[in-house]
């Protein structure tokens, strides 16, 4: 999905992070057939995409913008663990 996203940068330009997501989720059920969760809570927090299977979490994902290395240490480091 990422790379559909740099082939055709226009086409995502203007989404918001929850429509962007929505994309995901669309490829990950053509996968997984309804395992897939978003916005998923969990006992340490939520997590963006969520896709378990038999019991296990085998795919988790954190959607955001990306805006530099700075931001992104800082919502690593207090992301509960």
Known sequence: MALVMERSPKAFSEMDEES????????LNGQYEDR?????????GKTDILVRVEGQDIFIAECAFWKGEKY???K?????T
């Not at 897939?36 to 340490?44: M, R």
Request: hydrophobic letters at 35%.
């Open 76 to 80: 690593i480091e207090t992301q509960p």
């Open 20 to 27: 962007i997501r929505q994309h995901f989720l669309v490829q």
């Open 72 to 74: 992104f240490t800082e």
């Open 36 to 44: 897939q969760q978003a916005k998923h809570l969990t006992s340490v």
